[in-house]
């Protein structure tokens, strides 16, 4: 594996970390109770996932 002769320096490292972005996350609104709920998750808040109940415990909150 290839190893680097000198270390980085800070303007480097900056060029390199000025890609870093932090990322939006997806939501979509959930189809059986209307709030916001991350993509190919169960909604938090009612528990429903594809129109279907999936999570008891979260339908009971
Ligand atoms: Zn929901």
């Known amino acids: 594996m290839a ?9 480097a490292q900056g060029h390199r970390r000025s890609h870093w972005k932090a990322s939006v996350p997806e939501m979509v609104k959930c189809s059986n109770c209307n709030e916001m709920a991350l993509t190919h998750t169960v909604c938090g808040n009612c528990g429903f996932y594809g129109g279907k109940l999936v999570s008891e415990k979260l339908a009971e909150k």
């Open 3 to 11: 190893v680097p002769k000198k270390r980085a320096g800070k303007c």
